[in-house]
Structure formats: C-alpha cells, structure tokens
C-alpha cells in the first residue's frame, strides 16, 4: 500500500475545484464546500495550506478547528490567531481575508457559528464529543 502523501491529495483537490468553478467534483469531499487557507505560521513565518470544509456567514467563511476529531486544537488555529491575515480560494475565487478566532465554552458567537457550521455539513456534528474540548470557529471576513 502506498504512503499517504497529504501534498499530493490536496494539489489534486485544488486542480479539481480550479477545473469546476470552485466545486469539489471527486473523491470523499465531493459536493461539499471546501476553501484552501493559507496562514503564516506562528513560529515559522512560513505560508501553510489547509484543506477546509467551510460555512458562510453572510459574506464571511466559517471554518471549524476541528482537527479531523484530535483531543487539541490543530496547529492552523495557532497560526491564525498570531497572524489573522489569510489567503483562502474558495468557490473559484482567491482573496486576503481577516481571521477572528471564537473560542471557549460559554461564548455566544461561538455557539452560534458552531450550529450554523453543523446546519450547513452535519457530519461535524459528533466532533464535541470526540474531542473533548470547545472547538474553536474561524470566522474569514473577505478584505474589501
């Protein structure tokens, strides 16, 4: 069986999205909304690209630090709340954006775009409960 190679899984995920308008057309995220982040990272400076499932909110992008079920946060998140300016091509467009991390148990805004993020890709729903903690919610304002 050969190595998982995440590079090569994510370059055929771009091509395909690029090749449809923005649209995942193959594979387990076929149909699904899907955004490529790319953040500086915390203690490298360096650009890393992430694979997301997204929801919107108004004219904002979603994304959940869910980190496929991990008992912590991924390391993206650390990413995006030392450095909150993002690049993100979502639905055939690429543009800067400005990260806002929700985070914490009782956080209104959190809750509120944790169940928005559920309504929109249910599948997320049990990540809670698998990871034992309040995922933290990414809200991506598009820069104008």
């Known amino acids: 069986m ?22 995942v057309t193959e594979g387990w995220m076929k149909g ?8 500086t990272g915390a203690k490298t400076g360096l650009a890393r690209r992430n694979i997301l499932n997204f929801s919107r909110d108004g ?11 991990a008992p912590t946060d991924p390391k993206w998140v650390a990413n995006v709340r030392a450095n909150p300016t993002v690049s993100v091509e979502a639905d ?11 985070e914490g148990d009782s956080n209104p805004e959190r809750e509120r775009l944790w169940d928005q993020h559920v309504a929109t890709i249910p ?16 809200r991506i304002t598009p820069k104008t």
Do not use: C, K
């Open 2 to 23: 050969a190595d998982w190679d995440p590079e090569a899984f994510e370059n055929s995920v771009l091509a395909d999205m690029r090749a449809h308008g923005g649209q």
């Open 32 to 39: 699904e909304p899907v955004l490529f982040l790319t953040s």
């Open 59 to 69: 004219e904002a992008y979603v994304v959940a630090g869910t980190a496929g079920g």
């Open 92 to 102: 055939g467009r690429v543009f800067e954006g400005q990260a806002a991390v929700a």
């Open 123 to 138: 599948r997320f729903a049990g990540y809670p409960e698998q990871t034992g903690r309040a995922i933290p919610m990414v």
